[in-house]
T-cell receptor
Framework: KQEVTQIPAALSVPEGENLVLNCSFT??????LQWFRQDPGKGLTSLLL?????REQTSGRLNASLDKSSGRSTLYIAASQPGDSATYLC??????????FGSGTKLNVKP | DGGITQSPKYLFRKEGQNVTLSCEQN?????MYWYRQDPGQGLRLIYY???????QKGDIAEGYSVSREKKESFPLTVTSAQKNPTAFYLC?????????FGQGTRLTVV
């Protein structure tokens, strides 16, 4: 069974810092990987989708990379802002259409 | 606007009662999913459906049931057999690549 781990579990940084969130998975036979943001008491908002043939995706201040062979993905956030404070979740999608989620990284960006 | 609508936002269940959570999507997606989220834990898959009139159990299906009679609807029933139903429930749909989520239903046993 696919296991997804996110490190760190929580992160607190001052505004303006660049930061990296990590996601690792045990089975490299994935269909794609998706990063989400979750605000307290809310659903998940899709940030970036990386298909298995891709190495990275960018959207604004966000950049996500994927290394299937090592079972790793990173989400890079440039010039962090207080509005970035949320929980960030990564999900790997297996070839059998099932999603496996990590437990998330709770980010706090201090003004 | 296209999207996924979950209702109600908050739901209270008495002991021994069945309750049904609604999930509707107008994205024309074939695949739909139900997840449960507990504090400090990742999302766990309850049931998923890849096409109308077909669905599969996820990792924690015991005490839950679903139906998929229409493409746009995937209701989840939490039965009295689910001993610890208090949680945040999330519905999702997928277009083959990207997944989209609803805003969730918080279920509390009273």
């Amino acid at each position: 069974k696919q296991e997804v781990t996110q490190i760190p579990a929580a992160l607190s940084v001052p505004e303006g810092e660049n930061l990296v969130l990590n996601c690792s998975f045990t089975d490299s036979a994935i269909y794609n990987l998706q990063w989400f943001r979750q605000d307290p008491g809310k659903g998940l908002t899709s940030l970036l989708l990386i298909q298995s043939s891709q190495r990275e995706q960018t959207s604004g201040r966000l950049n996500a990379s994927l290394d299937k062979s090592s079972g790793r993905s990173t989400l890079y956030i440039a010039a962090s802002q207080p509005g970035d404070s949320a929980t960030y979740l990564c999900a790997v999608i297996s070839n059998f259409n099932k999603f496996y989620f990590g437990s998330g990284t709770k980010l706090n960006v201090k003004p | 606007d296209g999207g996924i609508t979950q209702s109600p936002k908050y739901l209270f269940r008495k002991e021994g009662q069945n309750v049904t959570l609604s999930c509707e999507q107008n994205l024309n997606h074939d695949a739909m999913y139900w997840y449960r989220q507990d504090p400090g834990q990742g999302l766990r898959l309850i049931y998923y459906s890849q096409i109308v009139n077909d669905f599969q159990k996820g990792d924690i299906a015991e005490g839950y049931s679903v139906s998929r009679e229409k493409k746009e609807s995937f209701p989840l029933t939490v039965t009295s057999a689910q001993k610890n139903p208090t949680a945040f429930y999330l519905c999702a749909s997928r277009d083959g690549a990207e997944a989209f989520f609803g805003q969730g239903t918080r279920l509390t046993v009273v």
